[in-house]
């Protein structure tokens, strides 16, 4: 079963830092571009980065470009979100997501975990 | 970055009827198009990509059409587990955007 479990998520204060993780299993991890998406409380959508199979290509959402750096490991099929300088508006589920391009094709997200929540608040 | 704007935000839309959702992107994204499927408490559900193309195991009564910057998500017969939040998302370039989304409730 293709499946991605996120954790590292809670309440953390304003200006601190915060890594989240993601384990991803049942496909073959390092063929896929990934992701990251949170939705604020009664909001929407909103994309935060995104990494390439081989690393070497690497978005960011303007609104934490500068503070945010995603990174995987392959050996450990994991994915991760290091979130630094937080901000109140930075509340929200932090959703992993699996592209559905392999190599260097970017597609639509086709797989989600269920997501881990962040709250920052002094 | 390329907007994504939808509409309506709401779809009020009795069982059985059919729904249909705008989505527009401010510059074109060619075909490269999502729509996705998010119920109370869920994770997004993948239900479109490509713009047309359904994905695995996604009823025939959804279907997606449009190209460049018009596209549109229809819902021949609406059942009672389609209510839900549906968004639009391009992936044409980094940074990837999502529409705002479109709530279809109950009649």
């Known amino acids: 079963e293709v499946q991605l479990v996120e954790s590292g998520g809670g309440l953390v204060q304003p200006g601190r830092s915060l890594r989240l993780s993601c384990a991803a299993s049942?496909?073959?991890?390092?063929?896929?571009?990934m992701h990251w998406v949170r939705q604020a409380p009664g909001k929407g959508l909103e994309w935060v980065s995104g990494?390439?199979?081989?690393?070497?290509?690497?978005g960011y959402a303007d609104s934490v470009k500068g503070r945010f750096t995603i990174s995987r490991d392959d050996a450990k099929n994991s994915l991760y979100l290091q979130m630094n300088s937080l901000r109140a508006e930075d509340t929200a589920l932090y959703y992993c997501?699996?592209?559905?391009?392999?190599?260097?094709?970017?597609?639509?997200?086709?797989?989600w975990g269920q997501g881990t929540m962040v709250t920052v608040s002094s | 970055e390329i907007v994504m704007t939808q509409s309506p935000a709401t779809l009020s839309v009795s069982p059985g009827e059919r729904a249909t959702l705008s989505c527009r992107a401010s510059?074109?994204?060619?075909?490269?198009l999502a729509w996705y499927q998010q119920k109370p408490g869920q994770a997004p559900r993948l239900l479109i990509y490509?713009?047309?193309t359904r994905a695995t195991g996604i009823p025939a009564r959804f279907s997606g059409s449009g190209s460049g910057t018009e596209f549109t998500l229809t819902i021949s017969s609406l059942q009672s587990e389609d209510f839900a939040v549906y968004y639009c998302?391009?992936?044409?370039?980094?940074?990837?955007?999502f529409g705002g989304g479109t709530k279809v409730e109950i009649k």
């Open positions: 998302q391009q992936y044409n370039i980094w940074p990837l955007t």
């Open positions: 490509g713009a047309s």
């Open positions: 997501a699996k592209d559905g391009g392999s190599g260097d094709y970017i597609d639509a997200l086709d797989i």
């Open positions: 510059q074109s994204v060619s075909s490269n």
């Open positions: 990494i390439n199979w081989n690393s070497d290509s690497i």
């Open positions: 049942g496909f073959t991890f390092d063929d896929y571009a």
